[in-house]
């Protein structure tokens, strides 16, 4: 045991590192027991000594058909920032709230009659898409581009994540009393926002084959 673990002695001793995760943190949940242990260390050497700010297990965001819990490091890092023009994100739209503002609008344009004169169409056309545009503004989510974003997420999601996080710290905070029903709450509702992710990409995945261009197919072969 000594000789399979003398190399990450040497390493710690080498630069100096010291444990950055507190003690008796559970960091592994056992998928058949349910136990929690005591299995994962975090160190960091003497450089990022100013730098670290703190470090602890994020149950809430335990991820999915793992055991091990996610550890959250926090170091104070300046970082050059690329700003990102904000997007209207229409999968996230209330279409139900979009189309009575946009009924609004329209409804608040001069009354039409026949239109005569092509000045008399694009005044038309103009008034029709800044009656668009107002309701779009006003009704539909900004988001900013990023390369990690999901294209399958959705609002039922959003909605599915949170109830699982907020469950999962209460059962985490009461992670010794094996009687809890807080426990089996917290994997129904973990077990349905897997089946939910699930379903969200094998439909988006199958939505894009469908409308596949000649370009496009080479990217799905």
């Known amino acids: 045991m000594l000789e399979a673990t003398q190399p990450l002695l040497n390493m710690i001793t080498r630069y100096d590192m010291k444990m950055a995760l507190p003690k008796d943190i559970p960091t592994l949940e056992a998928c058949s027991t349910k136990n929690y242990t005591w299995v994962d260390n975090v160190f960091y050497s003497a450089t990022l000594l100013n730098t670290f700010v703190t470090c602890d297990a994020d149950p809430q965001q335990h991820p999915q058909k793992t055991d091990h819990m996610l550890i959250l490091s926090q170091l104070e ?41 092509a000045v008399q169409f694009h005044t038309t056309l103009e008034q029709l898409d800044c009656a668009i545009k107002a309701t779009i503004t006003k009704e539909v989510p ?3 581009p990023s390369p990690y974003s999901k294209q399958w997420w959705s609002k039922e999601l959003a909605v599915l994540k949170k109830v699982k996080e907020k469950l999962a710290r209460k059962s985490y905070e009461r992670w010794a009393a094996d009687g809890d029903p807080i426990h089996e709450m917290f994997q129904q509702a973990r077990n349905k926002y897997s089946q939910v992710i699930h379903k969200m990409k094998l439909d988006h995945w199958t939505e894009w084959l469908e409308y596949l261009d000649d370009e496009e197919v080479w990217i799905a072969h």
């Not at 050059?80 to 999968?91: I, M, Q, W």
């Not at 409804?107 to 239109?115: V, Y």
């Open 77 to 117: 890092i300046m970082v050059n920032h690329t700003n990102f023009e904000a997007k209207f994100n229409y999968k996230l739209t209330d279409w139900e709230e979009f189309c009575k503002t946009l009924g609004t609008n329209l409804a608040a344009l001069p009354e039409l009659g026949e239109l005569t004169t």
């Open 142 to 144: 900004r988001t900013k």
